[in-house]
């Protein structure tokens, strides 16, 4: 890929502006909570979360992705200060016309208009980090140009400031989990979003991986228009996969089977999960009028895992389907998780059995089985979240973090669906004669053949 040209570096004085533009208000939040713990007092969150919310609120952007991620994590946050989190505004106001010939000139040079047939002046989709422009390539080819916005590597920097600030907070607040981890994998993540030329090296590991899946399509880069700050593929043409949850449960079944796969097969086979299941990162194509299967549209939340976080999940798996304590307890600490002794166990294993909990019943069943999609995991989060207040905090390792929030959001999209499967069946088969050395070798050479040998993030 061509250099891009490094105008919108993280620059002090855009960092500045942005902390600046909250400093204040969470200063204000900050020493109102010292100020309680210091004097004994009860802090009232619902409060102190909506100050939160306005103080963050101008923010948009990465934050909101933050906001996300600590949705799925018992007690990452308090359940106020998520529910705030989660009420703003997802994505940034997108780039005018102005701006984008702006951003595409440093990215691609003064002449680079002449390079598409067309481009279109609005966006057709905008995100956290930045919008996607339909194009046409002179051969005629459909393309998606996702651009970045500007100053985004400072948006994140002054972003990930103030979650550290937020973390801080709340570790005052005698929390039932120890956030350091979770923080420093965030902001890891975070920060691998705004290379594009790493999506492009994930979407080329996905292509290999995925290569003998006809049911799922992934993009082809187009290397000649792309940049660290500008990803241009061939366009996916497919319909929202909400517009199918009236269809029959034959065709719901196997939009959710194809997701199934497209999830558990990478991270089974190569120790790679796809760590936004977010609905928008999926559409259906169909055949004949039919739904076919599923188009994969985003791939800047990669997460590549050890090969030993990959065997503990399913030495997990088998403990709870054996009943096999001591495998259980192995595989826990194989993920990571210290000082564990019975009560931490007890208390990890109802997280486990809510995430377990559809694979390990060999039956057809929708995932929730009879659980509605707003109660979906609530209880056992409470009952994590009140049992672990007691024991004290628990660190949670820093793999665990997308590996929750995926599966989650995967659960979430097989509610939608109301699909109804064995799960207990698909995951066995995607982990069949499983051995964690042979994880190893396809996962290195996935990350060769992608040009990400030594960039990997499962260190």
Not at 42 to 58: I, R, V, W
Not at 125 to 148: F, I, M, P, Y
Not at 162 to 172: E, K, P
Not at 339 to 368: C, H, M, Q
Request: charged share 25%; net charge neutral.
């Amino acid at each position: 890929m061509p250099p891009s040209k490094d105008r919108e570096s993280n620059r002090l004085s855009a960092r500045m502006g942005r902390y600046a533009k909250v400093g204040t208000n969470m200063g204000g939040i900050a020493a109102k909570v010292a100020g309680a713990r210091l004097f004994g007092v009860e802090l009232d969150n619902q409060k102190n979360a909506t100050e939160l919310a306005a103080a963050l609120g101008g923010l948009k952007g990465p934050l909101m992705k933050v906001a996300q991620l600590l949705s799925t994590i018992p007690d990452a946050l308090p359940p106020e200060y998520t529910t705030e989190l989660a009420k703003l505004q997802a994505s940034a106001p997108p780039m005018g016309w102005a701006f984008v010939k702006r951003r595409m000139r440093a990215e691609l040079g003064t002449d680079w208009q002449s390079r598409f047939e067309e481009f279109g002046r609005e966006p057709a989709a905008a995100a956290s980090l930045g919008q996607v422009h339909r194009a046409t390539a002179h051969d005629g080819r459909v393309l998606a140009c996702k651009l970045q916005y500007p100053d985004m590597a400072s948006a994140v920097e002054a972003d990930l400031k103030q979650l550290q600030m937020l973390f801080s907070l709340h570790r005052r607040m005698s929390p039932a989990i120890d956030t350091r981890e979770i923080a420093k994998e965030i902001s890891a993540r975070v920060r691998e979003e705004l290379d594009y030329a790493r999506e492009a090296a994930h979407i080329a590991m996905y292509q290999e991986i995925l290569a003998d899946k006809d049911q799922i399509r992934v993009p082809d880069v187009i290397d000649e228009l792309s940049t660290k700050r500008l990803l241009t593929m061939a366009w996916l043409t497919g319909r929202p996969l909400l517009e199918f949850k009236e269809h029959s449960q034959e065709e719901r079944n196997l939009l959710a089977r194809t997701m199934f796969q497209a999830w558990w097969h990478p991270f089974s086979h190569y120790g790679v999960i796809h760590g936004d299941p977010h609905l928008g990162n999926y559409t259906v194509f169909e055949q004949d009028g039919a739904p076919a299967g599923i188009n994969l549209l985003d791939y800047g939340c990669i997460r590549i895992f050890p090969e030993g976080f990959v065997e503990g999940v399913v030495d997990l798996y088998r403990g709870l389907l054996e009943e096999d304590n001591d495998r259980v307890v192995s595989a826990y600490e194989r993920w990571g998780f210290s000082s564990l002794n019975k009560e931490v166990i007890d208390v990890l294993n109802i997280w486990a059995r809510f995430i377990y909990g559809p694979l390990l019943t060999d039956r057809v069943r929708s995932i929730a089985d009879g659980v509605s999609a707003s109660e979906y995991g609530r209880k056992e989060a409470f009952r994590v979240h009140s049992a672990l207040k007691k024991l004290g905090p628990v660190t949670v390792p820093q793999e665990f973090v997308f590996m929750d929030r995926a599966a989650i959001g995967l659960g979430g999209v097989f509610l939608h669906l109301r699909a109804e499967l064995n799960f207990f069946q698909l995951f066995n088969e995607q982990i069949e004669g499983f051995e964690a050395s042979v994880v190893r070798k396809r996962q290195d050479e996935v990350l060769r053949k992608a040009g990400l040998a030594g960039a990997s993030n499962a260190a």
